[in-house]
């Protein structure tokens, strides 16, 4: 493993508890538990799903979702106390093509600039479907610009290949900051993992540019992102085709239009996926992600990990997601995120089995930015009642966690029961003073 900086003390003995209050969920949208059988655009899909949430530092949200019977990527307003402030927007405007698994962001300083990257189900000639749109919105998320088309390859744009035959959709990010700087980061089908930024707050982008997963590479995997205000961007990425893949991260100095080369972080024999990054206002850059000791379908736990100078090094990995509230025995596919006094938040995946789809969200904090983290729990209001498991049913690469400076908290999730129903909600809290 690599070295603990020198400017971070080994974490100390004991958890550091981080109260939390949380308000009841609010149902987002509902829908039919009708999933039949894959057949590309034509399939005969009845359910919501694939949720995603940001935060402004009033308190005010902005929540997206799919309908996947009307395959509308829908954009909703929602009042701090968590209110519809309108009716949902459609943004993909392509009622022919599936459109899955959203990222949202919003620009620091200009809460009115919303932009949203998704994966639309365009088939180019590949042998996999996918192509990785933009759209953003200059008065709050009421309306939307047209579509703008990044990736325009072949590739089957969006999907985070573990083998040949597995894969998640949802292998993509979106960072913005407030010097008009936006750079989104997907992998394609084969593993090539691209990068493109916009300097003009998403307006035009340069075109994609290859960071990894070339011919005689490993192919690469759920990529994620951090921006430094004014300063740099942070990539991380795992392999595909590895059982035993690390967590690689890159740095940029030019506004994300070149990467100095990867490092690898905390090498074992283990395999490491799904990362999560988050800079805090110190300069801090924070790491979660999901590892197990026997491959992507072992039983698996969140480790966290941080650096102190800029990504070239970091602190050994450390367990915070056990012990695993029962009955749950593995955690997976985290989200990570930051508020400014301090706070380092975790979500993540609860499975009952390993090889079985997730059922509610289990959550570690911090209060002393990452030094010592609570006992895992169960976020409350994070299951369905119904026993439906957790979304997205096309892959568990999602974004389900946002907080703001003032450590307010917005989790989202969504759950399908086939044959009886679905649902997308939306659970808040707030830390406690």
């Known amino acids: 493993m690599l070295a603990l900086p020198r400017a971070f003390a080994a974490p100390a003995a004991g958890q550091a508890g981080l109260p939390l209050r949380w308000q009841p969920p609010l149902e987002i ?11 590309q655009n034509d399939s005969r899909y009845d359910f919501v799903d694939d949720p995603s949430v940001v935060l402004a530092g009033d308190g005010s949200l902005v929540v997206a979702w799919v309908d996947q019977a009307r395959k509308a990527l829908l954009v909703q307003r929602r009042r701090p106390d968590g209110s519809a402030a309108d009716p949902p927007v459609e943004v993909a405007r392509a009622p022919q093509t599936f459109s899955w698994i959203p990222r949202l962001a919003l620009v620091p300083g200009a809460p009115q600039r919303v932009l949203v990257l998704w994966q639309e189900i365009i088939f180019s000639g590949g042998s996999h479907g996918g192509e990785m749109m933009f759209a953003r919105s200059d008065d709050g998320g009421r309306s939307f610009s047209p579509p703008l088309n990044l990736s325009r390859s072949r590739g089957g744009d969006g999907k985070g290949r573990i083998d040949p035959s597995i894969w998640h959709n949802g292998s993509y990010e979106l960072v913005a900051d407030a010097d008009g700087r936006v750079v989104a980061a997907w992998t394609e089908y084969d593993g090539m993992l691209w990068v493109s930024a916009s300097q003009d707050g998403g307006r035009s982008f340069a075109a994609p540019r290859l960071l990894a997963g070339a011919d005689g590479q490993r192919p690469t995997r759920a990529p994620a992102l951090a921006v430094q205000p004014g300063g740099a961007v942070y990539l991380a990425w795992t392999e595909g085709d590895n059982p035993a893949a690390d967590i690689r991260v890159a740095r940029s100095e030019d506004g994300g239009a070149t990467f100095a080369a990867a490092q690898v972080v905390a090498p074992d024999p283990g395999y490491a996926d799904a990362p999560s990054l988050a800079l805090d206002r110190q300069g801090t850059l924070h790491l979660a992600f999901g590892h197990s000791e026997s491959g992507p379908l072992g039983r698996q736990r969140i480790l966290y990990t941080r650096s102190a100078d800029g990504g070239r090094s970091f602190e050994p990995p450390r367990a915070i997601s056990t012990p695993l509230p029962r009955p749950h025995v593995s955690a997976g596919y985290p989200s990570l995120a930051v508020d400014g006094r ?18 509610g969200l289990g959550m570690a904090v911090s209060a002393d930015a990452g030094a010592r983290f609570s006992a895992p729990v169960v976020v409350p209001g994070s299951l369905d009642p119904g026993g439906g498991t957790n979304g997205s049913s096309q892959g568990l690469l999602l974004r389900k966690l946002a907080v703001n400076g003032r450590g307010e908290v917005a989790v989202v999730n969504s759950s399908l029961r086939e044959g009886s129903h679905s649902r997308v909600w939306l659970i808040r809290g707030h830390r406690a003073p």
């Open 342 to 359: 301090g706070g380092v938040y975790v979500v993540w995946e609860l499975h009952p089995h390993p090889q079985q789809r997730p059922r």
């Open 29 to 39: 949208a509902t829908g039919a538990g009708l999933r039949g059988p894959w057949q």
